[in-house]
């Protein structure tokens, strides 16, 4: 038998090493009524779920190593969704530093496949990947190619900027406007925490006279949930969808509260993770109002981890969440801000709504 020419081999395209720009990751569900509540309509924190499991996935692919959620910076949930109807969810990289990925997720709905896609949720994630030891490793640079993918890596580049100035302690106060510097625009007024904490002291001293306020102490929730090693992920630790979804449900009960009336997620504005959740302990979950406008109230959250045996305690995840009632004709109360703490949590949701609608004007010039 003679033996074929290697000449006439077909030549087969090399294989793709780098990340593509522009990669997607997008996953299809059913809104089955086992995921919603008690009115037919999908909850919250199942979106929540979702979000983490395309958004690690697509930061994984990246990064080319286990990711891991440091912060659902940003989410905005459009509309209600209802059950028996289709979701699609997807996830994108839109901007990197050299240790963390920034995901946009968007997700679309649909009474049925001849109906045209609804846009439910626009949000934005930020993840690092994690090498051998554990510790957070390099990724791969993106850069940006079309207009949607310039206009969300400049929305990368202004929650990472918010981040930072909140991190080391500059905040603007009196101009939210002037959160975010422009090219040509006036420089900010850098102030530093002790200042958000003296004008905290002057707002919780003045005497509020305006009627219809509310103690956010009306509204406080505490719930625990047991961490068991099924309900952990391949680090080894609790996963943060599940986190997310119990920390969704306490909000939504604290809103409730707050309002007198059944209340839905409408969106997230900065919920961090702290330090990861391990097995056999037990996480403590708080939330109270911390903020309110006359169609919504945002809900300072949290989560320790409490081992019982070395009577630890570790705070593992802070942020705020944004709910508006479920009917159209409740009437929300103010938020009487009566301490230092509740007055320093209005001031920051104050910067972080500010910073919402200026990713909203960058979305909106694309």
């Known amino acids: 038998m003679s033996r074929r020419n290697t000449d006439e081999l077909p030549i087969l395209p090399a294989p793709v090493t780098e990340p593509q720009p522009g990669g997607e990751v997008h996953v299809d569900e ?3 009524p086992d995921v919603c509540d ?6 919250a924190g199942k979106v929540l779920e979702w979000m983490d499991v395309v958004g690690a996935l697509a930061a994984t692919r990246w990064g080319r190593q286990p990711a891991v959620t440091v912060a659902v910076d940003g989410c905005e949930l459009l509309e209600l969704v209802r059950v028996g109807e289709r979701v699609t969810m997807r996830a994108r990289v839109a901007h990197t530093s050299g240790r963390t990925i920034g995901v946009a997720v968007s997700m679309t709905v649909q009474r049925s496949r001849l109906d045209a896609p609804r846009r439910v949720l626009a949000g934005y994630m930020t993840f690092v990947v994690v090498d051998g030891a554990g510790k957070p490793a390099p990724v791969p640079a993106f850069s940006p190619q079309t207009p949607e ?3 969300l890596h400049r929305e990368g580049a202004l929650r990472r900027e918010f981040h930072r100035e909140l991190t080391i ?10 959160l975010i510097d422009t090219p040509d625009g006036p420089r900010r007024e850098a102030m530093i925490l002790d200042v958000l904490r003296e004008m905290g002291m002057k707002l919780a001293g003045k005497r509020w006279r305006t009627t219809g306020l509310r103690s956010p102490q009306q509204s406080y929730v505490h719930k625990i949930e047991p961490v068991r090693g099924g309900k952990l992920d391949f680090h080894g630790t609790l996963y943060r969808g599940t ?6 449900g306490c909000g939504a009960m604290s809103a409730s509260a707050f309002v007198d009336a059944p ?10 993770f702290l330090a990861p959740v391990v097995s056999n302990v037990f996480v403590h979950l708080s939330a109270k109002v911390a903020h309110s406008s006359p169609d919504a109230v945002t809900v300072h959250v949290q989560a320790q981890a409490e081992d019982p045996l070395s009577r630890s ?3 593992s995840v802070r942020g705020f969440l944004t709910y508006e ?20 949590l209005y001031c920051e949701v104050s910067l972080r709504l500010a910073l919402r609608d200026k990713v909203a004007m960058v979305h909106d010039a694309r």
Request: charged fraction near 25%; proline fraction near 5%; hydrophobic fraction near 50%.
């Open 30 to 32: 059913w809104v089955a």
């Open 325 to 344: 009632p479920v009917a159209g004709d409740v009437v929300i109360p103010g938020v009487a801000r009566a301490d230092a703490e509740e007055a320093e």
């Open 263 to 272: 209340a839905r997620l409408r969106g997230v504005h900065g919920l961090s």
């Open 313 to 315: 305690i570790t705070r």
């Open 38 to 43: 008690e009115h037919g309509l999908l909850r």
């Open 149 to 151: 993918e310039l206009a």
């Open 243 to 248: 986190l997310m979804r119990w920390i969704e």
């Open 169 to 178: 302690g500059q905040a603007v106060l009196a101009r939210p406007e002037l």
